[in-house]
C-alpha cells in the first residue's frame, strides 16, 4: 500500500477531472452490473448492498422529506438517476445535475415521466452552485445532495454551498448524505480499490468537518431535524474506518 495515496489527517485535493472519469468509465459499464444501483452506490464487492441501502432511504427518508406537488426538488449529484424514480413522479419540478455526462445519460434514458415538469443537467457541484439565479427555473424547496461532497474539495465546498444557500427557497427542506470517516480525516488520492477495480479519489471528512460544512446554512436559519447512519453493510475489514452518515435540515 503506498502511503502517498492513502492520507490521514492532513487536507490534500483531489482532481474533480478522475472523479468525472471513474464514473463515465461506471455509466458506459452499468448494464453488466448486478444492479444499476451499484453504479453509483458502490460496495462492488457484494452487490446486494446497494439494493439494501437505497431500499433503508427510500422507506425511512423519503417520508421525512414531505415531497408533494408544490415541491420544486434539485438533487445534484443525481447519477443514474437512483433518486429521480421516487422524486419525478412525486414533485412539482424535479432538476436532477451530474459531474458526468455518462451518468447525466443514462438518467435520462432511465426516467420517462412525459406528464411531469424535470431536467437532467451535465453540471458538477462547483459549476451548478456558480450559476446566477436568473439562470435557474425557479427556487428550490428541496434539495438532495448524496455522496457528492466527498468529492470537493474544501474551499470549493465551502464556496458552493454558501451560493447554493441562494438558491433556496424561504421554507425548504435538504438531505445530505456522505460516507465520513469515523476517527481522523483519511482522504485517497489515487488509490487503487480492489472492490472496484480502478483508481479512486475521494475525502472521507469527520462528522465534525460536515457540521462545519453545513454551519453557513445554520447561520441562515436551517435547524438540523435528524442526523444518523444507514444501515452498516460493509463490515469488512477494509471498510472499518468509514460509514454512511446523514442529515436532514430544515427551514
Known sequence: MNKKNRIYGKKVDI???HTKDFYNNRARNISRMDNPYVSVLLGDQNPEYALTWDAYEKEHILPKMQIDEHSKTLDIGCGMGRWAEA???RSGYYC???LSPEMVKCAAQRNYFPEKSYDFLNYGFEEFCALPESELPCLFNRLWICGIMMYVNDDALFTGMGQLLAKMDTHAKAYF???IA???RL???QFYSEALKADYDVIY???????????SWLDAGFLIVEQGFL???NKEKEYSETDRWYTILER
Open 15 to 17: 482532481n474533480s477531472n
Open 87 to 89: 422524486l419525478i413522479s
Open 96 to 98: 436532477g445535475t451530474d
Open 177 to 179: 448524505t456522505e460516507t
Open 182 to 184: 469515523l476517527d481522523e
Open 187 to 189: 482522504t485517497l488520492n
Open 205 to 215: 471528512r469527520t462528522e465534525a468537518e460536515y457540521n462545519q460544512v453545513y454551519k
Open 231 to 233: 444501515p452498516h453493510l
